[in-house]
């Protein structure tokens, strides 16, 4: 069946699990209503095979994006001018989700129900600009407060609050990111101000909760 423009959508993703791209891409192949373009395991491979290529709808794992901030984001998709993009999520907990979709992400799909949502959603957002989960949507209606705290939190600090939830201390976190302790114990303490906690624990328990570690 082809859509009613009589034009195959043309679409990639961005997985690196190579069985789920597998997976995917054979069940768009059986469709004439898709052009499957490409797919690569990372977003910097992604851009390096692909920079130029008119894709329409992209679609990315958002585990890739945990180490990423939205300057990244912005300066990647800016090599896909035409193209809509989808967020594939396992966790719809996560406060993550929705300040993506203000990094500039079309929709959101659950990447454990994959079969019954990846041609509503490539559909959707390619012919009517958004798909939204409706658990997402949810989150977007009640985390708004978790929103606006994520977005004062620098991509630095995330790299510091990660160090903090892997037990390292304050000189092996600044030996891995080539900055100072004291720098860091300064990063600490902006972010206890942030988040408004007391001590690291608390830091861990908002990590957590906002989605920057698992």
């Known amino acids: 069946m082809s859509n009613y423009l009589g034009a195959r959508i043309r679409v990639g993703f961005i997985d690196s699990n190579v069985i789920f791209r597998t997976g995917l891409r054979a069940m ?34 958002a ?16 090599t896909f001018p035409h193209a809509k993009f989808l967020l594939a999520v396992k966790n719809f907990k996560s406060a993550m989700v929705p300040l993506y979709l203000k990094w500039g992400f079309h ?28 658990h997402s949507k949810r989150l977007l209606d009640a985390e708004e407060k978790t929103i606006q705290t994520l977005e004062r939190i620098t991509a630095r600090e995330i790299e510091v609050i990660r160090g903090i939830c892997q037990e390292k201390t304050c ?6 990111l080539h900055i100072s302790p004291r720098t860091v114990e300064t990063h600490k303490m902006r972010i206890i101000e942030k988040l408004d906690v007391r001590n690291t624990a608390g830091i861990i328990v908002h990590a957590v909760r906002l989605g920057i570690i698992p």
């Open 28 to 61: 768009l192949e059986q469709r004439n209503d898709f052009e499957w373009v490409g797919e690569a395991p990372n977003l910097s491979e992604f851009r390096a095979r692909y920079a130029g290529t008119a894709f329409q709808v992209i679609m990315i794992d």
């Open 63 to 78: 585990d890739l994006l945990q180490e990423l901030d939205q300057a990244y984001m912005n300066f990647w998709m800016a």
């Open 107 to 134: 929709g959101v799909v659950n990447k454990m129900q994959i079969q019954e949502e990846a041609v509503t959603a490539f559909r959707q957002v390619f012919f009517q600009q958004a798909y939204i989960h409706p």
């Open 171 to 176: 000189r092996e976190i600044a030996l891995e």
